[in-house]
């Protein structure tokens, strides 16, 4: 554990953070001198201010994780890890197999497929700022979108020597984006010799395995440190197919067919169309209805027809995956050289590579105006000359035709992002008179690049062309045969309608910093202390589909080109000042203030402000408070982001609709609501940026204390027992989201209100066929809970070392509002929606033993009950209240258990062990979550997670 911040609240922080997660042991916990937290070894900065002094250290909350801690984990992503925490909320991880299937977010920062990010205090990923020994790091890019998070998996764990974690609003310190916190990662500068570790773990569920290792070199000199790490992770798929819940597009319901999630793209077929000639009923097929005869028809699988009903939808669920295969491979390499005593210069580069993997069923292809694609094939019919078509002519408009071609295969989405990473630097001090000031320069260059090439998707132009007319199909096409059963799509007719899709993303960060901090004159009870600097950054990112997708002829999910950038140029100042020192109720008082001005290229400038207020009345106990105002500017695919459509699992309320609902529907252009089925369960909704976008402002308070009570230190029973407490508050404003789709939608039916109804329309039939859910400053976002840890370390005794802690988050209120409606969003504490979850507590609590050199540690992760809507599982008996349409998903706890042991040899050997989820505890199911049944960014995988690793140095 690292020993350079040395006051009494840097202990506090070391210690609750090892409570978060099992460490290797007890020693986490270090004891500390107690009395006045300002010694130190050296002037250092640490998260959450600017000013290179150690005393300021316990101003604002911060927790910090060590290289230990990490590997202690069992897990290869330090995303991964810091996901764990109960400050943190659901964001994207490997679990996750969307990868362009379902299609892109409204933000414009795509799928994202293979990334890891961090989303702190519920607010999203985009409202966490990332830094890397202090600056920036690059966006990710994964050849979907644009983004505003950081791919955590780009910086490899292994050249990780800590990371920081500051949860309260920084903007003032760190600019743009730091809303909801700062996750500051301090890579390892210096290594006395090398190292290596082996490290192999796997699930009881389906395959999983996973394999990772690193060799790294370092040393130092009078003149030169360095460091050089070079890593590797192999992560295997596990299938969707593996787990029972997950085989199926509804969970706990044995494979019973539920119309509201199962598929009417089938691979024998569905033909629904009114017949040219309104007298034909083929046979009987197509019954005569108001004088007309109309068609609802399934292929038979053997050439022939049937009735359509809701037995012949396709279960897509085994074809996609639980865990995403991912690989990564990496080189980090940094040196410090000491030009002489008050200067050094260093130099930083890393190399990250990345092969992820996607997967889903066989692309479907939908046809005619019903199916509401909004693209090219809302106009493609059948012509009566194509030679596998019996029914003749099928016009577009009115019909809906289907086929799953299986014989294509499934769609598989490979991901290849290239990531790197310079920086230069000086660094130095100086003295003026008897006061010694700090200062560096720094400057960053990044790019993270990505292809992604999409296999199993079709050219529906092709397409079109290959159903007719006849006389227009020349080579190189070929007809098409839409109504065979399966095998009856040749490999010719595939080879004429398939193309291999690639589509390509970048990412560019450039920045120069300067910062300069000291003390600037004697106070009475203290120096007065600041920091001043000043940060050029430019940012700059596109997406490029293919041609084909530009073009607007893939059958896929149809997106478009984004390209932008922006400069902004920014100054900020920090000043802390002692008020106390040393008197009654006050052995230290502070007060730190601190202002940042930003001036952007695109929409203007910003001053944002904070103050910080930090009271220690006696050695035992600290009390703190900030207030902060926040400042996001939209990203570049928030403005730039162009046309795009995410196919949500969006439940038609006017699907059987009666009563005021039916008219409601009937006012909407449904013809008869009462026996209305929607055509498919996913609704294509259009998504995309908005060049009017206004920039995100919050004001952030936080209120606490640290208390280490002097009898529960050194004493009979115990050397260490801390206790921490946090409240925080959050407000923003202009927040930048897109309304809910299934929440508008319902609102829309009910009121028919235009604030809701704007931008949804219905075909001829009912159906859907154009949902606007472009972003927009949607309203205020406000957020408050409390942050609780305790933690304590036993005495050294004849049976060992003990050592615990309890640490938990409990979320008091979240709500979006928008400003046109007034009303909530559907995302709040306690309820499960779209795949990500505000549990009302999170908490881990650990027990740690250490005898000699073995270690063991256990840990409980526990997350509180949720409900979530059920709606799509009518006619089903597995909602937990019918009535209400709601279901439970019940408090969950996961147990963790390692061991570690470190060899009585001469060589420096350290074997471990252990399993994560030691009781194969299940997460909850979830009904109402797109894949896999059950929320990837909130739970475990089903099942056991067992590893084992070596490490030596040498």
């Known amino acids: 554990m690292n020993t350079r911040i040395r006051g009494l609240s840097g202990a506090i922080h070391l210690a609750l953070a090892a409570g978060l997660i099992a460490v290797p042991g007890a020693s986490v916990f270090a004891q500390q001198d107690r009395g006045d937290d300002a010694q130190r070894l050296e002037a250092i900065q640490v ?69 890891t990010t961090v989303s702190l205090r519920n607010l999203g990923a985009k409202r966490t700022l990332i830094l890397v020994d202090g600056l920036r790091w690059v966006s990710e890019s994964s050849a979907s979108g644009v983004s505003a998070a950081v791919d955590l998996n780009t910086i490899p764990a292994s050249a990780v020597d800590r990371i920081e974690i500051l949860t309260d609003g920084a903007s003032s310190l760190y600019g743009s984006d730091a809303i909801a916190g700062v996750i500051n990662v301090i890579t390892k500068k210096k290594q006395d010799g090398g190292a290596a570790r082996l490290y192999m773990g796997d699930y009881s569920t389906g395959d999983g395995k996973t394999q990772q290792g690193n060799i790294s070199l370092g040393g130092s ?21 593996d787990w029972e819940q997950s085989r199926y597009p509804t969970p706990g319901v044995n494979g019973a067919v539920n119309p509201g999630a199962w598929s009417s793209a089938t691979p024998n077929g569905r033909q629904v169309f009114a017949p040219a000639d309104p007298t034909e009923t083929f046979g009987g097929l ?71 993997v996607n997967q889903a069923a066989p692309e479907p292809i939908f046809l005619g105006s019903e199916a509401g694609s909004g693209g090219l094939a809302d106009f493609v019919g059948i012509d009566a ?19 799953r071609p299986v014989e294509g295969g499934p769609r598989i989405f490979r991901q290849d992002v290239d990531t790197s990473y310079f920086s230069t630097g000086l660094n130095g001090d100086f003295s003026a008179g008897d006061r010694q000031f700090f200062w560096d320069v720094n400057y960053v260059n990044a790019e993270n690049k990505a292809t992604q090439t999409v296999n199993g998707t079709y050219n529906i132009a092709h397409i079109q062309r290959a159903l007719g007319p006849i006389a227009d199909c020349t080579a190189p096409c070929v007809p098409l045969d839409m109504f065979g059963g399966p095998g009856s799509i040749t490999q010719d007719m595939l080879d004429y309608i398939q193309f291999i899709e690639n589509d390509r993303s970048r990412q560019k960060l450039s920045t120069w910093t300067a910062n300069l901090s000291g003390d600037l004159f004697e106070m009475p009870a203290g120096a007065l202390a600041f920091a001043a600097g000043y940060e050029h950054r430019k940012q700059s990112g596109s997406y490029t589909p293919d041609s084909i997708v530009t073009a607007g002829e893939s059958n896929g999910v149809p997106s478009g080109p984004t390209s932008g950038e922006y400069k902004v140029n920014e100054f900020y100042v920090e000043l802390n000042a002692p008020l106390l020192a040393d008197v009654s109720f006050a052995k230290h008082l502070d007060l730190s203030v601190a202002s940042r001005f930003s001036d952007y290229s695109n929409f203007g400038n910003t001053t944002n402000n904070k103050i910080g207020l930090r009271w220690q009345l006696n050695d035992d106990l600290t009390l703190r408070s900030t207030w902060a105002e926040g400042f996001r500017a939209p990203s570049i695919g928030e403005l730039f982001g162009t046309f795009a459509r995410f196919d949500a699992q969006i439940q038609d309320p006017c699907n059987g609709a009666t009563g005021q609902a039916g008219a409601n529907c009937s006012t909407l252009g449904v013809p008869n609501p009462a026996t209305f089925e929607q055509a498919n369960s996913q609704i294509s909704v259009v998504t995309g940026g908005n060049a009017n976008l206004d920039p995100e402002t919050s004001e952030s308070l936080t209120v606490g204390g640290v208390y280490s009570p002097a009898w529960g230190a050194d004493t009979s029973w115990s050397q260490k027992l801390d206790f921490e407490v946090t409240y925080y508050n959050i407000k923003i404003e202009d927040a930048i989201q897109a309304s809910d789709a299934q929440t508008q939608l319902d609102r829309c039916v009910a009121t028919l209100d235009p604030i ?15 949902f606007d859910n472009t972003l ?140 994560n989820n030691i009781t194969s505890k299940s997460p909850p199911i979830c009904q109402s979550c797109s894949l896999n049944g059950y929320d990837a960014s909130t739970y475990d995988l089903p099942g056991r997670y067992s590893y084992v690793e070596a490490s030596f140095k040498f």
Do not use: M
């Open 756 to 770: 809701f109804c704007g931008g949804i329309s219905r075909s001829s039939g009912g159906n859907i066929n154009g």
């Open 47 to 115: 998260t959450g201010s600017r000013i290179k002094k150690a005393d300021v250290e316990g101003q604002s909350p911060v927790q910090v994780i060590s290289a230990a801690d990490i590997e202690a984990t069992g897990l290869g992503s330090i995303g991964d890890v810091i996901q764990r925490l109960s400050v943190s909320g659901s964001s994207l991880n490997t679990k996750f197999n969307s990868a362009g299937n379902f299609g892109f977010s409204p933000d414009g920062s795509g799928v994202g497929s293979g990334s």
């Open 776 to 915: 927009f400053n949607l309203g205020k976002i406000k957020t408050k809970g409390i942050d609780f840890g305790i933690s304590w370390l036993g005495n050294a005794t004849s049976v060992g070392t003990f050592g615990a802690s309890l640490s938990a988050t409990k979320v008091t209120s979240y709500e979006a509002i928008a400003t046109d409606s007034g009303l909530t969003e559907p995302r709040v504490v306690g309820v499960e929606v779209n795949d990500s979850a505000i549990p009302d507590w999170r908490a881990t609590a650990r027990l740690n033993w250490s005898i000699g050199d073995v270690n063991v540690s256990w840990s409980a992760r526990y997350i509180s009950d949720l409900t979530e809507s059920c709606d799509t599982l009518a006619g089903f008996d597995n909602c937990s209240n019918a009535t209400a349409g709601t279901n439970h998903l019940g408090a969950t706890t996961f147990h963790d258990l390692r061991a570690s042991w470190k060899l009585p040899t001469d060589l420096n050997i350290v074997i471990a062990g252990g399993v």
């Open 385 to 403: 000359s194509n030679p596998y078509n019996p029914f003749g002519t099928i016009a577009a408009e009115g019909s809906f035709i289907t086929r």
């Open 221 to 241: 000199t009078d003149k030169f440190d360095f460091f050089v790490d070079l890593s590797y992770y192999d992560q295997k798929r596990i299938s969707s197919n």
């Open 286 to 356: 197509c019954p005569i209805d108001g004088g007309a005869s109309f068609c609802n028809l399934s292929g038979d699988g053997v050439g022939g027809f049937r009735p359509w009903t809701n037995a012949e939808r396709f279960n897509f669920s085994p074809y996609n995956l639980l865990l995403t295969p991912s690989k990564r491979t990496g080189l980090f390499a940094q040196g410090t050289y000491r030009i002489n005593d008050f200067v050094s210069w260093n130099l930083k580069g890393s190399y990250t590579k990345r092969e992820s």
